[in-house]
């Protein structure tokens, strides 16, 4: 199978994993099962492997990973999450890290996408400011 | 200490601080100098992307899940799962007259350790090309200082003439000789005070060569006195391929900013053969699918963007270029040299042959052209060596018969013996190019007939002798024809004076 059929193949599966709107560990569960039975070892590696990118994108996508230094209430969590979800028209679901080298604030991927709101952000950005 | 101080305060009190927003992706794989980052969802073409370890890339290849980035430094400090960001910015390169001196790298880097740079603009690396209209037609001479170019194939300013030959024929040394010919002529303009006198400021972009090349180019334009004129873009052959795929755009930027202000450059890239194989390497890894000799199906659009840059401007400046190629045992039909010649505007043809029988520089006179021609050319030079290219070339087919000198009328014996007088006088020593006036007086004197019973093993020294003293004797026929007159009866009977007390006084 080619990389292209491979990822190709991958979106179709992953449209099979969704429910409502996100991945579905039990759904995910059953399509690895089905793959397993249906193709063969040579044809499986690379067929999971582009299955595994696109589910991990995909939580990517659905996920706000919030890293913040000092503590950050669930309240907290919730509401970044929430302001996210309405900005993006899509659930969206925190997770909170612990990360105190960003010294104060916290900041926030969704995807690919990063908003930085914390003091070595904008130290950084003053640093590159002056270079 | 105080303006540093301020410095700070204004950059805090100017910072936004609102939050900042940028797209993230991961190194999945790193291989010859490409990173495969997977995600930068929101990444534009050709846009840069910072790496870890203040390493900076350029996304060259967008596909489905990953981004092709072509890195610009040392990849081995980069690790699969670190971290790239997109920076919104186009590849750009500091510019400016404080460029002026300095040796940089393909990034604008300085690297000749005299200290950062003064400049205060960036220009983009990529940029489109002057449409149709801002051109205005290329009729001002860029001297070369090399008379068998500045003669039969005159270059002007805004042209793209290139200089095509084998290894070790002479082509750098023909486009230094040019860059040390505009510093001399910058230096006496400058000093003449004409407000009508338009400086040329050099560019040389070394790609692919050696480092000890490269340091003994500088150590020669130091000696000359030309480097106050000239910006050094040095992408050696130990550079990694981004950087040697990406000088020559750089050092366009650098003289683009000339061009914009209302200045003239001149641009060397030397060579665009190494350029091209810079250019296979990154595309064959990106994975891109190969043509002919395994180039990329874009090798000529890669050429053809740069070398459009260059040009004149209604109401600016102009850069002119001279690209270099090398060919492989004079095939100059292979696939890049017939390229760039489509695209430039003339080519000065070196043959091996003419440079082993010493004939140096080993212009080869019927396959170079300029298709500017004469219309770049001082009148006074256009005056006396307007018909010069057709005599060599009736010499060049007569030249078969000599083995039967005794047998020839004396009008053939005139043509061959003018001829063989004229490629002696066309030899030129490296890195001594000739002022433009100095040229029109030697062909004005052998035209007239004064170096006819001169041995041709003689000429060299004659041509040598008259020059030092019409330098001495008649400074003032010099600086007319330099400015651009013709020689009218009084300059010529000038001219004749001067030439009749030095054939009087010349011994061969």
Redesign the interface.
């Known amino acids: 199978m080619t990389p292209a059929a491979a990822?190709s193949e991958a979106k179709r599966l992953l449209a099979l994993s969704l429910q409502d709107g996100t991945v579905a560990p039990d759904r995910v569960a059953a399509v690895i099962e089905a793959l397993a039975r249906r193709h063969p070892g040579h044809e499986l590696r690379p067929l999971l492997r582009a299955y595994l990118?696109a589910v991990r994108?995909e939580v990517a996508r659905a996920e706000a990973r919030i890293e913040h230094a000092g503590p950050l209430s669930a309240e907290a969590a919730k509401a970044i999450a929430g302001h996210f979800s309405a900005a993006l028209g899509r659930p969206i679901r925190p997770v909170a890290a612990r990360n105190d080298a960003l010294l104060a604030g916290f900041r926030v991927?969704v995807?690919?996408?990063?908003?930085?709101?914390s003091a070595s952000?904008?130290l950084e950005?003053?640093a590159r400011?002056?270079a | 200490m105080s303006d540093a101080i301020q410095q700070i305060q204004k950059a805090i009190a100017g910072l936004d601080t609102r939050a900042g927003k940028s797209n993230v992706g991961t190194i999945v794989s790193l291989a010859d100098g490409v990173a495969a980052i997977e995600g930068l969802s929101g990444v534009m073409m050709n846009e840069m992307i910072e790496l870890p370890g203040g390493l900076q890339g350029v996304a060259l290849n967008l596909a489905e899940d990953t981004v092709g980035c072509v890195v610009m430094g040392d990849i081995s400090t980069l690790k699969e799962g670190m971290e790239a960001r997109t920076t919104g910015r186009l590849l750009s390169v500091p510019v400016g007259k404080g460029l002026l001196g300095r040796v940089v790298d393909a990034l604008g880097n300085p690297v000749d350790g005299k200290g950062p740079l003064a400049s205060a603009e960036r220009y983009p690396v990529e940029k489109i090309a002057p449409g149709i209209i801002p051109r205005k037609s290329v009729d001002q001479p860029m001297q070369t200082g090399i008379m068998a170019i500045d003669a039969m194939i005159p270059i002007g300013r805004g042209q793209r003439e290139l200089i095509i030959g084998d290894r070790a024929t002479g082509k750098t040394t023909i486009a230094i000789d040019t860059i040390i010919n505009q510093a001399n002529a910058n230096r006496v303009g400058l000093a003449s005070g004409d407000p009508k006198f338009r400086p040329v400021y050099s560019i040389y972009v070394a790609v692919g060569a050696k480092n000890s090349s490269i340091a003994r180019t500088i150590g020669t334009l130091e000696k000359a006195g030309a480097m106050e004129f000239c910006v050094i873009v040095a992408a050696p052959a130990a550079d990694n391929a981004a950087n040697q795929v990406f000088a020559p755009f750089a050092g366009t930027a650098i003289g683009e900013w000339f061009m914009e202000n209302g200045q003239d450059a001149l641009i060397v890239y030397d060579d665009l053969s190494k350029h091209a194989a810079a250019y296979r390497q990154i595309s064959l890894i990106l994975k891109r699918p190969s043509g002919r000799e395994a180039y990329p199906g874009d090798v000529f659009y890669l050429h053809s963007r740069l070398l459009e840059r260059s040009a004149r401007l209604a109401g600016k400046g102009s850069l002119t270029a001279l690209p270099i190629i090398e060919t492989q045992a004079g095939d100059v039909s292979a696939y890049v040299p017939t390229n760039v010649i489509s695209i430039t505007d003339g080519q000065v043809f070196l043959q091996t042959d003419l440079f082993n029988q010493g004939i140096r520089p080993a212009v080869s006179v019927g396959l170079s052209v300029s298709r500017v021609g004469s219309a770049a050319q001082i009148k006074a030079f256009k005056q006396v060596a307007g018909k010069v290219k057709g005599e060599l070339a009736q010499y060049r087919e007569l030249a078969a018969f000599a083995q039967f000198g005794s047998d020839l009328d004396a009008q053939t014996k005139g043509v061959l013996d003018k001829g063989d007088r004229f490629v002696e006088l066309f030899k030129q020593p490296p890195n001594a190019p000739k002022a433009a006036e100095i040229q029109v007086a030697l062909i004005w004197a052998m035209q007239s007939g004064y170096f006819a019973d001169i041995a041709v093993k003689s000429v060299q020294a004659a041509a040598a002798a008259l020059q030092t003293h019409l330098e001495s004797a008649k400074p003032k026929v010099l600086g007319r024809i330099r400015l651009g007159e013709k020689i009218d009866d009084a300059g010529a009977a000038e001219l004749k004076s001067a030439c009749d007390t030095w054939k009087r006084s010349f011994k061969a």
């Not at chain 1, 995807?111 to 709101?117: A, I, R």
């Open positions: 990822r990118g994108r991927r995807g690919d996408d990063v908003t930085d709101l952000g904008r950005r003053l400011s002056l």
